[in-house]
């Protein structure tokens, strides 16, 4: 074939131009170009391996790192938190598991509205709630947490995708209201709030432990990696509480506050051989179960955070005191006619002339003049040493969360009024905790040891703050303050032999005295070996009555004869009827 035949087959066949004959191809290229454009594919696949090598040869942990991140998680394996138990191995608080439910909101959003009304339901939640829950722009919401397994397994079925859930555990509380005050409770995230739960915190918690695995889109572990700590249980907590004389304490103190229209009430019952508290309890209280409704005044601990001025039931103190440095004796006669003493240009009385009154009989009597003519024998400050000896002034030493301190003046700022008055127990304040702890040196033939709300084998030391002598000589005068012709013969036991005294005082409100009382009792039995120290507190009855012989002393008798009972102490005394005076439990205030 020719070379004019070869031109002509390669000419257009649509137009009939033949390719040379083209403008663009007829421009002849500099030989240069094509070395630039081959040189450039070169630098780029120079460029391209120099950042293969870079990223797989020195930034490969950088790179694992963040590869890890989108896919691999560590999971937290909770620890199960201690045991609360009371003396004897019953439960008071323990751990039950549950799961926290959690969502996706993109992947939720898209359910059919039949499963995400079913799934509100379940939840017991507001579906417009649940649908606000989910409006958000965050990858992960937790829809309800503490969700209980049944309910768990019911939602899982619905099928929805991006829901899953997480294990948690929820506390549980078998005695509910009646320990509250004792236990305490914990939040949603495991961590003691108040009481024991509080108090005991880094001992109950434990240490959680956790795990590395996979997840894919939805969050569903697809491997195991390794498992980086194992969870370590939290310890348990073995306290001195006694659950049977905790629920008598607690239902004698709720019949009494609700049968005298009081505004609050609380009781301590302390071992008086061991220091340890038996039982405590408060109202109004709350369920540990169930803090939907709550407010502040339910969860106070009103014997350990609440002071009040003893009243009458500090007479004991100030007339030890004088036995022990000999201004008196049990005989020594003091003379209270006309029921008034005038000091300076203020007079202090009694609610009834008592006339020539022996030291004994003005604790069985209850006389603010007699009380404060002894106190004013002595030096303020022995008084003021006697105080503070017995805990007055100073926070408890218990390691329970809130407990307070009290007031007591110092003594070089005294005048001789308010010597006199804080000797029967006005100008002065203590906590319910404080004036039981108190007792122990009457108890205890002038000792007084710590007081504590864990169970305890080993003998505790104990403190001599004044002598034996002078401590059951106050006991004796205690129990004619309890017996018959005392201030308090409603707080006799039958079977018993019984010690205390009454106590009423004017509540203190912005500053000034008002007439609203505090009504109390502080007692212990039995008087020939004394086991139990009882103390009682109501605020503001207002049902009529509100001596402390009147509305605090009956508890103290129901609490003491059950209590004594259940911790098989034998009787020490023959007498079985209560005589109780019509004229009785009128004590000076």
């Not at 030989?31 to 391209?48: E, G, H």
């Not at 948690?168 to 320990?179: A, D, F, L, Q, T």
């Not at 996979?214 to 939290?234: A, Q, W």
């Amino acid at each position: 074939m020719t070379r004019g035949t070869s031109r002509n087959s390669r000419t257009a066949a649509g137009k009939g131009v033949p390719f040379v004959a083209s403008p663009v191809l007829a421009t002849k290229l500099p030989a240069w170009r094509s070395r630039v454009v081959l040189f450039l594919i070169f630098a780029a696949f120079l460029t391209l391996a120099g950042r293969a090598l870079w990223l797989q040869g020195m930034s490969t942990d950088f790179l694992q790192k963040q590869g890890a991140s989108r896919y691999a998680r560590t999971l937290e394996l909770p620890a199960t938190r201690g045991k609360i138990t009371d003396r004897n191995g019953s439960v008071l608080a323990s751990s039950i598991p549950v799961r926290a439910v959690w969502a996706i909101p993109d992947d939720v959003l898209q359910a059919p509205k039949e499963k995400i009304q079913a799934l509100a339901k379940l939840l017991d939640m507001n579906e417009r709630d649940l649908r606000s829950k989910l409006d958000s722009d965050r990858g992960f919401v937790y829809l309800k947490r503490q969700v209980e397994l049944d309910t768990v397994d019911k939602i899982l079925k619905l099928g929805i995708a991006g829901i899953d859930t997480r294990k948690e555990y929820k506390r549980y509380y078998p005695e509910g209201e009646v320990m509250a005050h004792v236990v305490g409770f914990t939040s949603v995230e495991d961590k003691g709030q108040d009481g024991m739960e509080l108090a005991f915190q880094k001992t109950l918690v434990g240490v959680t432990g956790n795990r590395r695995v996979i997840k894919d889109r939805l969050g569903r572990i697809v491997e195991d990696i390794e498992s980086v700590r194992e969870p370590h249980d939290g310890k348990d907590l073995t306290l001195s509480i006694d659950s049977k004389i905790q629920y008598i304490a607690f239902s004698a103190l709720k019949d009494a506050v609700e049968l005298h229209k009081a505004k609050a009430g609380g009781i301590v019952v302390l071992d008086a051989k061991t220091g340890e508290v038996l039982a405590l309890a408060n109202l109004p209280t709350y369920n540990p179960n169930n803090r939907s409704v709550l407010t502040g005044a339910q969860l106070r601990n009103r014997v350990m955070t609440d002071t009040f001025e003893p009243g009458s039931t500090l007479k004991p103190f100030t007339i030890a005191l004088a036995l022990e440095n000999k201004y008196i004796t049990p005989a020594t006669m003091i003379q209270t006619a006309p029921g008034k003493l005038k000091i300076g240009t203020a007079t202090i009385g009694d609610a009834h002339a008592s006339g020539l009154l022996s030291v004994a009989q003005v604790i069985e009597k209850s006389s603010n003049v007699g009380t404060a003519k002894i106190a004013l024998q002595m030096e303020p400050h022995e008084m003021w040493d006697m105080f503070t000896s017995v805990g007055f002034g100073q926070q408890p030493k218990v390691g329970f969360p809130g407990a307070v301190a009290g007031r007591v003046r110092p003594y070089k700022s005294w005048r001789p009024i308010e010597q006199a008055t804080m000797s029967y127990g006005h100008g002065i304040s203590v906590s319910l905790l404080q004036i039981a702890h108190a007792y122990m040196i009457f108890a205890r033939d002038g000792e007084i040891i710590p007081v504590t709300f864990q169970r305890s084998s080993d003998q505790p030391i104990a403190q001599r703050v004044i002598s034996e002598k002078t401590a059951r000589a106050t006991r004796g005068m205690l129990e004619m303050a309890a017996g018959p012709t005392g201030t308090a013969p409603q707080a006799q036991v039958p079977g018993y032999r019984v010690a205390g005294k009454t106590g009423t005082a004017y509540k203190i409100e912005k500053g000034q005295y008002v007439k609203k009382y505090v009504a109390s009792f502080v007692g212990f039995a039995p008087v020939s070996d004394p086991r139990i120290i009882v103390a009682v507190m109501i605020d503001e009855p207002s049902a009529g009555k509100h001596y402390g012989g009147q509305v605090a002393a009956p508890i103290f008798s129901a609490v003491t004869a059950s209590a004594l009972r259940a911790m098989n102490v034998a009787p020490d005394s023959s007498i079985t009827n209560i005589i109780i005076p019509a004229d009785a439990a009128m004590e000076n205030m």
